[in-house]
Structures are given as C-alpha cells and as structure tokens.
C-alpha cells in the first residue's frame, strides 16, 4: 500500500507564473489537508478537504490560491502569480475518516520562486 | 492565542541521555496533542500523542508528560540514540464544539534534536 504521493517534490517557478501540486492519497482515504512549512517554522494549515468538497479554507490567503479534491484524481493545490514569499515546503496528508491522528504525511513539495 | 509555543530551539543530547522539548498553548479550545517526527526531505510522522484528560502517556522511549491547569505538555525521549536526530514539533487541534474535530492542527516552531554517539 503505497504511502500519500506528492509531486513534483521540487518545483521551481519564476515570479508570475503558476505552480501546481498534486497529492495522491492513500488508498481508501478521501480526506486531504493541506499544510505549508516556511524555512525553520512549523506547518501551518492551509485547507481540509473532503471528496469534491471544500471542508475547510480558513488558512488559505484570501489571494492567488485554491485547493481542490475532485471525484476522480489527485487533489491539487493551485498557486498563480507565485511570487517570492511562496516559496516554502507545501505537505498534504490523507486520512480514511476525520481524525488527524490516523493520518499520513507526504513527503512534501518543495517550491522555490525565482 | 492561536500559537503554540516550542522550546528549545535546538537541543544536544549524548547517547543514552534524556531529551526534554517543551510546548505552552493559550487556547482552550485545543483537544489533542501531538508529537512528530521529522527527518531531512521527509514528512513529519506521528510519534505519539495525548488528549488533555491524561496527564501522561508513555509509549516504549518517548513520553508525554501533559499538566492541563498549566496548559504546557513536553516529551521525553529516554536513552536517546543517534537515530532519533530529527526536527520533533508539538501540535494541538483545534476541538470543535459540535464534537466533531478533524486535521486542524497549529504546530509549534520545531526543536532540531541531535543526538551525538
């Protein structure tokens, strides 16, 4: 059973474009979170999903990004106009019901805005 | 009211000694603490965790040790090894007042253990 898949695990964009990052779940989990780690901080929350739902957006900036978990597929995190302070260490985890306590961790994207 | 607040910041322990990381929260609403494990290009992995209506909770080498009129918690690792040289971060969820908490979790800053042989 293959553990939560994300990718790419690095990611370089300039600044303006746009990153997408995928998190495949683990199998038989439909809920995803979505958590952003700067350099030497902890993860802060971003978004908790549910298949084809939106359960939980309140750590998300207002500005530029968007989350997704559809029906069929990875669930995306979508960043456009990526800018400097992007750049961070971006970690999805799975779990088969609500609890975070049987969650896991991806190994995490890293994006660098250039 | 929101943080979670770690220290150290960094800790040296010599193997076979005892690694203690602290964290203090503010927010009430808080109802599950967790420990992970982070090592370099990885994602943090569960350690082990307590709810606030235990004071302490050991699994093998590493306890929690949870004083709720304080609302600190720390672990403790015991007989440290150098495989356990990794980043360790406190968590706390938020509860939910219809009893239905998930993944809402505030980290504290991180502690970069090393554990020199």
Known sequence: NAGVMQNPRHLVRRRGQEARLRCSPMKGHSHVYWYRQLPEEGLKFMVYLQKENIIDESGMPKERFSAEFPKEGPSILRIQQVVRGDSAAYFCASSRGQGINRAFFGQGTRLTVV | ?117
């Not at chain 2, 209506?53 to 009129?69: A, C, H, L, M, P």
């Not at chain 2, 918690?73 to 356990?84: E, K, R, T, V």
């Not at chain 2, 360790?88 to 800053?109: D, E, P």
């Open chain 2, 1 to 117: 009211q929101q943080q979670v607040k770690q220290s150290p910041q960094s800790l040296i322990v010599q193997k076979g000694g005892i690694s203690i990381i602290n964290c203090a929260y503010e927010n009430t609403a808080f109802d599950y603490f967790p420990w992970y494990q982070q090592f370099p290009g990885k994602g943090p992995a569960l350690l082990i965790a307590i709810r606030p209506d235990v004071s302490e909770k050991k699994e093998g080498r590493f306890t929690i040790s949870f004083n709720k009129s304080a609302k600190q918690f720390s672990l403790h690792i015991m007989d440290s090894q150098p495989g356990d040289s990794a980043t360790y971060f406190c968590a706390a969820r938020w509860g939910n007042a219809g009893g239905t908490s998930y993944g809402k979790l505030t980290f504290g800053q991180g502690t970069i253990l090393t554990v020199h042989p």
